[in-house]
């Protein structure tokens, strides 16, 4: 079973729409969670730290379940420029960084 | 401006040949690490360093080899290569591994062993 799991996608969304990614994980130490986004064959750059009490960066909202071990990502009013490839991450203190395989996320017109 | 310079950013060669793939950071971060990303699998660790001359194995490490004798430098070597390493590489930064939530990453390499 995969350290951290995602749905692949695509999910294909209209402009304005809200759309919402899970992502779960099966190491119950992990304690530090994060989204990425990671434009096509290029480098991830980090889209936002998740932490327990949720949080906010615009249109982007991040929540965590640790007793279920999931996090989520939540996109509101969808622009096409959010089309790309989110990864979902996962970290234990003293050990390294856990990537999801990413979903994958177009924004049409 | 503060980066991760990775090089070559394509590279096709045949297998058995030796290759070297650079990365070098600007930013004096004490830990640098090496990933390789498949369609379906997410990024998948190689090798990380802590400091230098301290490297350690990641998750997949078989057939590739890494050396940190300089601070800003952590190479990824494949002494033979074969077309199961055909991949999409990325070398990555951060101020210590305690830290790494702040992953700088390098714009990436994509090899393709014939």
């Known amino acids: 079973r995969k350290e951290v799991e995602q749905d692949p996608g695509p999910f294909n969304v209209p402009e304005g729409a809200t759309v919402a990614f899970n992502c779960t994980y099966s190491?119950?130490?992990?304690?530090?969670f994060f989204w990425y986004r990671q434009d096509c064959r290029k480098e991830p750059k980090l889209l936002m730290s998740v932490y327990s009490s949720g949080n906010e960066d615009g249109r982007f909202t991040a929540q965590l379940n640790r007793a279920s071990q999931y996090i989520s990502l939540l996109i509101r009013d969808s622009k096409l420029s959010d089309s790309a490839t989110y990864l979902c991450?996962?970290?234990?203190?003293?050990?390294?960084?856990?990537f999801g395989a990413g979903t994958r996320l177009t924004v049409k017109p | 401006e503060a980066q991760v310079t990775q090089n070559p950013r394509y590279l096709i060669t045949v297998t058995g040949k030796k290759l070297t793939v650079t990365c070098s950071q600007n930013?004096?971060?004490?830990?640098m690490s090496w990933y390789r990303q498949d369609p379906g699998l997410g990024l998948r660790q190689i090798y990380y360093s802590m400091n230098v001359e301290v490297t350690d194995k990641g998750d997949v490490p078989e057939g590739y080899k890494v050396s940190r004798k300089e601070k800003r430098n952590f190479p990824l070597i494949l002494e033979s290569p074969s077309p199961n390493q055909t991949s999409l590489y990325f070398c990555a930064s951060s101020r210590n591994r305690a830290d790494n939530e702040k992953l700088f990453f390098g714009s990436g390499t994509q090899l393709s062993v014939l």
């Open positions: 190491n119950s130490a992990s304690q530090s």
């Open positions: 991450v996962v970290n234990r203190v003293g050990d390294d960084m856990r």
């Open positions: 930013m004096n971060h004490e830990y």
